[in-house]
C-alpha cells in the first residue's frame, strides 16, 4: 500500500505560478514513476507530467515549456512546478505513483486560474 498527501493548489491569477506537492509513504520501494493528471470540469481526466525513478520526465504538449515536474528521492515526494499559467489550466489535479502491480491516486487538489 502507498498513502499520498497533496498540497499546494490554489486560486491564481492568468501567468501566475503554483507549486504542488505530493508526498508519498508506505510501501515505496515498489514505485516505479510518480505524475500529475488533470481532469477539468465536464472533460476527462488527461497526464500532466510524469517522472520515473530514473528521472526520465514526460510531459502533455500544452504544459511544455510551462511545467516543470521533479522528484526529491529523500522525501518521496514529486513536485510540479508551474508557471506562466492560462484559464485553460484550471483543473482538479491528480498525484498519481506507479508501483507493479498497480497505481495510486491522491485525493486531488483544486487549481483555479482567473484571466
Known amino acids: 500500500q502507498v498513502q499520498l498527501v497533496e498540497s499546494g493548489g490554489g486560486l491564481v491569477q492568468a501567468g501566475g505560478s503554483l507549486r504542488l506537492s505530493c508526498a508519498a509513504s508506505?510501501?515505496?520501494?515498489?514505485?516505479?514513476?510518480m505524475g500529475w493528471y488533470r481532469q477539468a470540469l465536464g472533460k476527462q481526466r488527461e497526464l500532466v507530467a510524469i517522472i520515473t525513478t530514473g528521472g526520465t520526465t514526460n510531459y502533455a504538449d500544452s504544459v511544455k515549456g510551462r511545467f516543470t515536474i521533479s522528484r526529491d528521492s529523500a522525501k518521496n515526494t514529486v513536485y510540479l512546478q508551474m508557471n506562466s499559467l492560462k484559464p485553460e489550466d484550471t483543473a482538479v489535479y491528480y498525484c498519481?505513483?506507479?508501483?507493479?502491480?498497480?497505481?495510486?491516486w491522491g485525493q486531488g487538489t483544486q487549481v483555479t486560474v482567473s484571466s
Open positions: 508506505g510501501s515505496i520501494s515498489s514505485i516505479y514513476a
Open positions: 498519481n505513483v506507479r508501483t507493479v502491480p498497480i497505481a495510486y
